[in-house]
């Protein structure tokens, strides 16, 4: 039976059961067993969804000094031999699996948003290059373990039935490094995640000057502002809100798209993203085509417009 | 002190030609940039060295010999000296081969430091800085926006990560490699008007497999972990939509439509 070893990164949970997702993907109907490794206070959410977990007691997922964990994830390959390490593609997930692929001298793919079965039965992990303008699918010839780090918010797992979770208790062998340490650590207001927005009202280049006025667009539809990555670029708005394939993939049920032209790799981070409504001057700009509705026109007008109507229904 | 910067040159993604028919980058009418992550930790070393006079700073670069005129630049803008990897064979190797190169091409080099971007714009996959980290068995830290530029000695570095869910600062010992965010805003000197023209050949050693040595099946496609088996353009429409102006009957469907979908109450 094929073993799955899934990554649980402590800092990011939300994301963990996508990855069980992946493995469906992989395996289809072979019989697989899935093993997360996870820290001591993360493997609640774990149990029942996985057939094992390695359950870290000493912190090793938190360590700013992703080796600790590398070391103790060869180990665990030499004794398990799984067939494929899936990690998330968070930050730490982004510095960990590279240094691990190098320790077992397999191959990586990153940030993988598909997984295709080819005629020939070789498994092609699909990502978007090129900045999101053409989509590469990629082999690793085969080789095990098939190792990847996978696009957060892109797979949607159903939960099956309960699992009876064995919990194996690790602790690395070795002690601690002590070359990187945490000094102090501030945490982001956690209000501010685009990803779990209902609604987004979101700029692109052709309303970097009124950027601002996006704002009570979306208050008026209890929504968030996102934006397009050159909003961001230009500095007008924070990464964090950024939309696309170098920003975030977003899942709302109402995408407002403002002035966005709609390059592939904004459009890369639109995912089951019910309605769209675009505004633009161009009625042939790439969003365009993926829209419920699109107003040809002005985006400031637009906004000014419609928050006339939303504020005083009557008036015509 | 001794910094390496790695450094990559990437083809200008937003500016890019794409041949739809046959599906390949036209890379000939594609502008080469120095990657916007890469330039940043460029940026930090130069204003590093402006400070104090002992502190040297060296640029690795693996790369066709076609950029060579913005390598050259890169000492124009104050760069100690540049190595510059280039050999045929090493076209088409992947993450894992790339590193190993870099590695080798590191051998002969001594530092304190080596400073990187995060994140490099054409590929994007993050990996070369972590994977040199694991062959060099040295700490590598993503997402750096800021390294104090008081603390920064050949012992250690303070730095400030900015994180999904936090900001934190931490203390690295050096040597490690630290991997520099395009949000940290250090920018790349420019090149001074008297420099133009300065003849720095003697400053640039190109390094081949002449001197690498690697075994034709090591590197490029052959020695590649992955292969890209295919690639194809996305192409997404939607069949319904309804094209409006932007007028009072435009904003009313809008309106409606959002009321029905039970945006609007």
């Known amino acids: 039976m094929s073993r799955v070893l899934i990554v649980i990164d402590s800092e990011n949970t939300k994301n963990a059961i996508e990855l069980l997702e992946v493995a469906r993907c992989i395996y289809l109907e072979q019989p697989y067993e899935t093993y997360a490794i996870a820290d001591g206070d993360t493997s609640n959410i774990v149990i029942g969804n996985f057939h094992h977990v390695f359950k870290s007691v000493d912190d090793l997922i938190k360590r700013p000094d992703v080796r600790d964990l590398v070391d103790v994830i060869a180990e665990l390959q030499s004794a398990y031999h799984f067939s494929s390490i899936l990690v998330p593609a968070t930050q730490m997930g982004r510095m960990l699996a590279p240094r691990l692929a190098m320790r077992l001298h397999v191959g990586l793919v990153a940030d993988v948003t598909g997984v295709e079965h080819s005629t020939d039965g070789e498994i092609h992990l699909v990502r978007p290059a090129f900045s999101g303008k053409i989509m590469a699918c990629i082999s690793n010839y085969g080789k095990t373990p098939l190792m990847m780090t996978v696009r957060q918010n892109v797979f949607t797992y159903e939960p099956q039935k309960k699992l009876q979770t064995d919990v194996i208790e690790i602790k690395s062998s070795s002690k601690p490094r002590r070359s990187v340490n ?24 052709g309303i970097k000057r009124d950027f601002n006025k996006l704002e009570a667009l979306a208050n008026a539809l209890d929504g968030q502002v996102s934006a397009s990555r050159s909003i961001v670029d230009s500095g007008v708005a924070t990464r964090n809100v950024q939309v696309g394939q170098s920003g975030k993939t977003v899942s709302p049920k109402l995408y407002i798209a403002l002035g966005i032209y709609g390059a592939l790799q904004h459009i890369e981070g639109l995912k089951n993203v019910h309605h769209i409504i675009s505004v633009n001057t161009n009625k042939e700009a790439p ?30 | 002190m001794r910094i390496v910067c790695l450094v990559k040159f990437t083809p200008d993604v937003e500016n890019f030609i794409y041949d739809y028919e046959r599906n390949v980058l036209v890379r000939e009418k594609t502008r080469m940039v120095i990657n916007p992550d890469d330039a940043c930790a460029l ?4 204003k590093m060295k402006q400070k104090s006079s002992d502190l040297k ?7 066709p010999m076609s950029v060579l005129p913005f390598v050259e630049d890169l000492i124009r803008r104050g760069v100690d000296q540049v190595f510059m990897i280039s050999d045929k064979r090493f076209v088409g190797s992947d993450t894992y081969v790339t590193s190993k190169i870099i590695q080798r091409g590191l051998s002969d080099l001594s530092y304190d430091c080596v400073l990187t971007g995060t994140h490099a714009i054409d590929g994007d996959t993050s990996h070369v800085p972590a994977q040199l980290g694991e062959l060099l068995d040295l700490p590598q830290i993503s997402n750096i926006i800021k390294i104090d530029e008081q603390n920064f000695s050949q012992n ?4 400030e990560v900015d994180g999904e869910s936090s900001t934190s600062s931490y203390e690295v010992e050096l040597p490690a490699i630290l991997s520099i965010s395009k949000e940290s805003k250090y920018k790349l000197p420019y090149v001074k ?5 300065q003849d720095v050949s003697d400053k640039i050693k190109i390094i081949t497999n002449e001197t690498l040595e690697f ?12 292969k890209v088996a295919r690639t194809y353009v996305k192409k997404m429409t939607k069949e319904d939509r309804l094209v409006v102006q932007n007028d009072e009957a435009g904003i009313e469907l809008v309106y409606q439509f959002l009321k ?4 609007l109450s």
């Open chain 2, 57 to 63: 700073v060296d640029v690795i670069t693996m790369a």
């Open chain 2, 156 to 159: 250690y570095a303070l730095i």
């Open chain 2, 260 to 263: 029905q979908k039970g945006f």
């Open chain 1, 182 to 205: 945490l000094i102090h650590t501030t945490a982001k207001p956690a209000s501010h995640d685009i990803r779990d927005s209902k609604v987004l009202v979101s700029g692109g280049g």
């Open chain 2, 215 to 226: 075994a034709d099946e090591e590197v490029g496609l052959k020695g590649s972990k992955t």
């Open chain 2, 193 to 197: 008007y008297e420099a133009v023209s």
């Open chain 1, 287 to 316: 969003i365009c085509s993926l829209s419920d509705i699109v107003v040809e026109g002005d985006a400031v007008e637009f906004i000014e417009k419609l928050l006339k109507k939303i504020n005083d229904p009557t008036e015509s």
């Open chain 2, 43 to 46: 940026g930090f070393a130069l």
